[in-house]
């Protein structure tokens, strides 16, 4: 007897086929393009050919959808490169790209070692007396709940470079501090999610966003940090103004519920030394870069300074906790362990794939196209990370290939690289928690014991408000520094 999702399933196996056979099909067609161009330098792109075209652009709906079904993004990625490559007849330069990423310390030891800090931070309880250091302020003052909150999760992001992470460290105490002041369990739990996603870690130089634009521009993660803040104050801002004005309408058309939760009262003093530890790493980087020649980290450049200043936090952190040390190596090394599994894997994904998109021309032609045209290119340059994190549920693929297809032409188009690739970031920022897929709305859904729809649908309207600020600050102020 025919079973009932027989017919779906035979319905979804012969759209797969269908699919694979069209690629094949325009793998070999844009192929004998390339071989029919007249010899070009080695170092120049040929221009693409419909097939060509056509391929690069199933290439980048393929990866959508898969993910969108499901499929892990890394996976989906690196199917989507195949054909790319293959179209280029060089299959190895894909090999090649994956193992240079792989192995690329502009990226590997500054993430890594990042998150093997969180680790730490979480072994010592420093994270902890972070989160009420911070929130410690707005018990009994219910105006400055929401504000308060979003904050909160914005600056402790700037050290946890993990949104997920940052609302798993914040939420418990966090949440039941929103509930007894008289929000909703929505509320609370839109509150932690747009604070800990937000962009915080643009703050902090080992960011996977600020490495990778620190890369391709070759300059210090401090100076990227500094030429970025701008755009994100004023979109995160714009944010944070929004939902508080959407809440506040919201709280007068809806009487306070009744405290559920009541924050605990009878808590041991904050330790304040213990508190600042997580700052560390960041506070050394940053005056680094202002005061130079006098630096802490003075003989140390590039990655090895931010690993430095990390291994200083490190210190510090086992400074004021003493009985962590015996498990202080194994968090370490845990923590960037975990990095290379969720940030630099897709790290190595996305830009295999976004090299790929590049070797068909497709992306030098979508540059021609748009020279001249700022506000064009910035659109293109908001719309793609945002969608592809919205459909995908994280924004460091998104943001990395973006970044990698339209900042070293930045210039060309009439815009500062610094600009181009801090919406890039940003609008994939603000698209991850717009995403039912992504590991944070899932984190502070279950925190807050909400679902995860309610919290996209809370967080959505500020968000997109921001994203058109943000794309008018660029357009009318950014663009205008391409000389500096």
């Known amino acids: 007897m025919t079973q009932p999702n027989a017919e779906p399933a035979r319905r979804r196996t012969g759209l ?66 195949i054909p790319l490559f293959l179209a280029q007849g060089d299959l190895a330069a894909m090999f090649k790209r994956m193992v240079a990423e792989m192995a690329n310390a502009g990226t590997v030891a500054p993430i890594c070692s990042a998150m093997a800090f969180a680790h730490v931070l979480k ?48 939420g418990p105490i966090l949440v039941p501090l929103l509930r007894a002041g008289g929000l909703s369990a929505v509320s609370a739990g839109a509150v932690l999610l747009l604070g800990a996603s937000m962009g915080g870690e643009l703050y902090n130089p080992g960011a996977v966003e600020i490495r990778k634009l620190a890369e391709l521009l070759e300059r210090q993660g401090a100076e990227v940090v500094a030429r970025l803040t701008p755009l994100n104050l004023v979109a995160c801002a714009t944010a944070l103004g929004v939902f508080c004005l959407l809440e506040s309408r919201r709280t007068r058309s809806h009487a306070p519920e009744p405290e559920t939760q009541d924050p605990p009262h009878d808590e041991p003093p904050i330790r304040i030394l213990k508190a600042l530890t997580p700052l560390v790493p960041i506070a050394l980087l940053l005056v680094d870069g202002v005061i130079g020649p006098n630096a802490v980290t003075r003989p140390f450049e590039g990655p090895p300074k931010i690993l430095a200043a990390i291994l200083i936090g490190v ?151 921001a994203g058109l600020v943000m794309l008018a600050y660029a357009t009318l102020v950014g663009a205008r520094e391409i000389s500096r």
Do not use: K
């Not at 302020?137 to 993990?162: H, K, Q």
């Open 16 to 81: 797969g086929i269908l699919a694979l056979a069209a690629v094949a099909v325009l793998t070999y067609l844009a192929y004998q393009e390339r071989l029919a161009q007249p010899p070009h330098p080695q170092s120049a792109i040929p221009a693409p050919g419909a097939a060509g075209i056509a391929l690069a652009a199933s290439a980048l709906a393929g990866v959508g959808i898969a993910a969108a079904l499901g499929v892990d993004v890394r996976v989906a990625l690196f199917l989507g490169s």
């Open 123 to 170: 072994l010592t309880g420093c994270d902890q007396e972070l989160v009420r250091l911070l929130l410690h302020p707005l018990r009994g003052m219910r105006a400055l709940l929401v504000p308060g909150g979003i904050l909160a999760g914005y600056l402790i992001n700037t050290t946890i470079v993990s949104q997920a992470a940052t609302a798993a460290v914040l």
């Open 315 to 465: 210190a510090a952190a086992a400074w004021s906790d003493p009985r962590s040390i015996r498990g202080l190596a194994e968090a370490f090394w845990a923590g960037a362990g975990q990095g290379y599994y969720h940030v630099i894997s897709l790290i190595v994904a996305a830009s295999t794939f976004a090299q790929g998109v590049q070797s068909t021309g497709v992306i030098g032609l979508v540059a021609t196209s748009l020279a001249g045209a700022r506000f064009g290119a910035l659109v293109v340059a908001a719309l793609m990370p945002w969608t592809l994190a919205t459909i995908v549920g994280t924004g460091i693929a998104p943001a990395i290939a973006v970044m990698e297809f339209f900042v070293p032409s930045a210039r060309d188009l009439g815009l500062n690289p610094f600009t181009l690739g801090a919406v890039a970031s940003l609008r994939a920022h603000f698209g991850r928690p717009m995403s039912p897929a992504a590991a944070v709305v899932a984190t502070a859904a279950r925190i807050s014991g909400t679902q995860v729809r309610e919290l996209v649908t809370r967080v959505a309207p500020p968000l997109l408000a």
